[in-house]
């Protein structure tokens, strides 16, 4: 079965400072991989997401992530925080056949303090 | 486009009560689901559709029921609410096919007394 960790349940970073959050993922086969993020009180947006192509996937709002295969990871970095990136963030995990259900990971929530 | 929308943003239910929560989409998406979030818990997925007519269970479908007369509705149906329900319920839409994103609704609020 499919599923994803995420390591951290609350990070903070100071502004400017770089974000790194991390997830695991477990799979029998390589998946597709997404970050979404949530706002206060709203739903999910996209960030990024693999799909089996370059492995440096660049996302919106200068966020990006890296698969790397050997550590069945796929951490979502930031080179510099802004106050605006405070929110929660989710990894999920979808299969590449089948019904392809997605599989959330617990989410982090980033702190960006001033 | 309106995109996912959900009615409604709170509720309050006594146990034992039921009731529907609704999800509409006009994207022409084959691919709906309900999810569930708690807090440290992440989003649990419920029940989720490939298209109409077609609905299967999520990770904890307990308590609820779905049906999905057609490609735009998906409702929730709670048919006896439990303090246990009381969550925020996101409803999803996506096109059929690996690595498509999913595009959600802004969540209805229940609290179930």
């Known amino acids: 079965a499919q599923s994803v960790t995420q390591l951290g349940s609350h990070v903070s970073v100071s502004e400017g400072a770089l974000v790194l959050l991390r997830c695991n993922y477990s799979?029998?086969?390589?998946?597709?991989l997404f970050w979404y993020v949530q706002y206060p009180n709203q739903g999910l947006q996209l960030l990024l997401k693999?799909?089996?192509?370059?492995?440096l996937v660049k996302g919106i709002n200068g966020f990006e992530a890296e698969f790397k295969k050997s550590e069945t990871s796929f951490h979502l970095t930031k080179p510099s925080a802004h106050m605006s990136d405070a929110a929660e963030y989710f990894c999920?995990?979808?299969?590449?056949?089948?019904?392809?259900?997605?599989?959330f990971g617990t989410g982090t929530r980033l702190k960006v303090l001033a | 486009n309106a995109g996912v929308t959900q009615t409604p943003k709170f509720q309050v239910l006594k146990t034992g009560q039921s009731m529907t929560l609704q999800c509409a989409q006009d994207?022409?998406?084959?691919?709906m689901s309900w999810y569930r979030q708690d807090p440290g818990m992440g989003l649990r997925l419920i029940h989720y559709?490939?298209?109409?007519?077609?609905?299967d269970q999520g990770e904890v479908p307990n308590g609820y029921n779905v049906s999905r007369s057609t490609t735009e509705d998906f409702p929730l149906r709670l048919l006896s609410a439990a303090p246990s329900q009381t969550s925020v319920y996101f409803c999803?839409?996506?096109?059929?096919?690996?690595?498509?994103?999913?595009?959600f609704g802004p969540g209805t609020r229940l609290t179930v007394l």
């Open positions: 559709s490939v298209g109409a007519g077609i609905t």
């Open positions: 693999y799909t089996s192509a370059a492995t």
């Open positions: 799979s029998s086969v390589p998946p597709y």
């Open positions: 999920a995990v979808s299969s590449t056949s089948g019904t392809y259900k997605y599989i």
């Open positions: 999803a839409s996506s096109r059929q096919g690996p690595g498509n994103e999913q595009f």
């Open positions: 994207m022409n998406h084959e691919y």
